[in-house]
């Protein structure tokens, strides 16, 4: 009867305890859940993210290929018109090889724009060339 005794006191001890561990487990679960949860709603926003930077990546890609068309298209009509790219290292004249200098100045041809002195590009008069309305232009040479 003792022993019946005891074990009616372990048992009774042990409810709480039960309830305890029940409440702890809920816990966990709950703990759980919204770990599974919030794992999800990330996992959704790095997808989100991910197709974002792959859209503007590819409106990067395809921004600096209109820029590179664009450049293209502004060398070819600035070569059409005749707008010259001066080249500061250029100190000799590219027809006959003379150092630039005071007194042998450096000009451009308006045809093929090379660096040339006064002697290589003289300024002519160029009909056939209607880009020029037949005004004295400076020609070198090679061009005329």
Same mark, same amino acid.
Do not use: Y
């Given at each position: 009867?003792?022993?019946?005794?005891?074990?009616?006191?372990?048992?009774?001890?042990?409810?709480?305890?039960?309830?305890?561990?029940?409440?702890?487990?809920?816990?966990?679960?709950?703990?759980?859940?919204?770990?599974?949860?919030?794992?999800?709603?990330?996992?959704?926003?790095?997808?989100?993210?991910?197709?974002?930077?792959?859209?503007? #990546?590819?409106?990067?890609?395809?921004?600096?290929?209109?820029?590179?068309?664009?450049?293209?298209?502004?060398?070819?009509?600035?070569?059409?018109?005749?707008?010259?790219?001066?080249?500061?290292?250029?100190?000799?004249?590219?027809?006959?090889? #003379?150092?630039?200098?005071?007194?042998?100045?450096?000009?451009?041809?308006?045809?093929?724009?090379?660096?040339?002195?006064?002697?290589?590009?003289?300024?002519?008069?160029?009909?056939?060339?209607?880009?020029?309305?037949?005004?004295?232009?400076?020609?070198?040479?090679?061009?005329?």
């Amino acid at each position: 009867e003792e022993e019946a005794t005891s074990l009616k006191a372990q048992l009774q001890e042990a409810g709480p305890l039960r309830e305890q561990l029940a409440q702890v487990l809920a816990t966990v679960e709950d703990v759980r859940q919204n770990a599974e949860t919030e794992n999800s709603l990330t996992t959704g926003r790095l997808k989100e993210v991910e197709m974002q930077r792959d859209v503007l #990546m590819e409106t990067v890609e395809r921004r600096n290929e209109e820029i590179v068309d664009l450049t293209n298209q502004l060398d070819d009509l600035q070569a059409e018109l005749g707008v010259l790219k001066q080249d500061p290292k250029e100190r000799k004249c590219q027809i006959c090889n #003379m150092e630039f200098s005071l007194t042998r100045r450096r000009h451009h041809c308006r045809l093929c724009h090379r660096p040339a002195c006064d002697p290589c590009a003289p300024l002519r008069a160029q009909p056939q060339c209607p880009q020029f309305g037949g005004k004295p232009t400076r020609v070198c040479k090679s061009c005329s």
